[in-house]
């Protein structure tokens, strides 16, 4: 199963960093690679079984994501478990460590199975490359939307 990963420390510190990912119906707020996205199913706001759907920025794709292993403040692990990516499953880890100066390191992992056989599996290493920038510029705009509300609070 082909993995990119992504880590950065952000400052500020883990309570702010999970508020943000914790309000599971609005990582479009954030995210830029995303149009829009909300709860779907009646689902609760955030926690185990939540679950959202993501409109994808090019107007045309979406996933649907729910929440399996839930952590607060430690661990959030997200089941894609349907969409119209080519991408058969994947899970998005996202782990949290509070660092001793008061920043957070955020490691984003993303595994996915590519639809598509075995021409799904020769495209792997190019998905792997896309999905890893995708994910980079997710992570960066995490930081920044998470320092900028903390240097507002701190105002």
Known sequence: ????????????????VWTA?????QIDQFNPNLKRSFLID???S????????C??????NHVKERI???VPERLMV???????????SAIARIAMVPLADGRTELTFRFSFVPKLGVFGRLLGPLMKRQIRKSIG???????RFVETRAMCKAA
């Open 1 to 16: 199963m082909p993995t990119a990963e992504v880590k950065t420390v952000i400052d500020a510190p883990v309570s702010e």
């Open 21 to 25: 990912w914790d309000d599971f119906g």
């Open 42 to 44: 009646n689902s609760a």
């Open 46 to 53: 955030t926690g185990l079984g939540a679950q959202r759907q």
């Open 55 to 60: 409109d994808l920025a090019d107007g045309k």
């Open 68 to 70: 399996v292993e839930y």
């Open 78 to 88: 997200i089941d894609i478990y349907d969409g119209t990516i080519p991408v058969k």
């Open 137 to 143: 510029q997710l992570v960066a705009a995490n930081r």
